[in-house]
Nanobody
């Protein structure tokens, strides 16, 4: 069984909203920084958002700033990505991650990854 399990993907029209969730089956979620990447079909995986272990710092890709919100509930061992005002270009497979040392632009080997969930935004 995967350590991180995602849910909440689907198809939505332009301008709509979706909320992705990612739940950790382990017992140390509260110590891990978390975040989201996405991968459009035929393209490279790209950073979307990240949050430190205590929620004190968040960071977003320019393309989603002001439209997406990352959050976490340590009691539920779950991270969320609230996506509003969705655009066609947000269509991608979304992956959550968790990592003890957190996000870095040059880092690819995060401790845990979710299985991916498809988000499709229709015109």
């Amino acid at each position: 069984q995967a350590r991180l399990v995602e849910s909440g993907g689907g198809t939505v029209e332009v301008g709509g909203s979706l909320t992705l969730a990612c739940t950790d089956s382990g017992d140390t979620f509260r110590y891990y920084a978390v975040g989201w990447f996405r991968q459009p079909a035929g393209a490279a995986r790209e950073f979307v958002a990240q949050m430190t272990y205590n929620g004190g710092v968040t960071d977003y890709a320019d393309s989603v700033e002001g439209r997406f919100t990352i959050s976490r509930d340590n009691a539920k061992k779950t991270m969320y990505l609230q996506m509003d005002t969705l655009k066609v270009e947000d269509t991608a497979t979304y992956y959550c991650y968790s990592d003890l040392t957190g996000y870095r632009p040059d880092k690819t080997d995060y401790d845990y990854w979710g299985q991916g969930t498809q988000v499709t935004v229709s015109p």
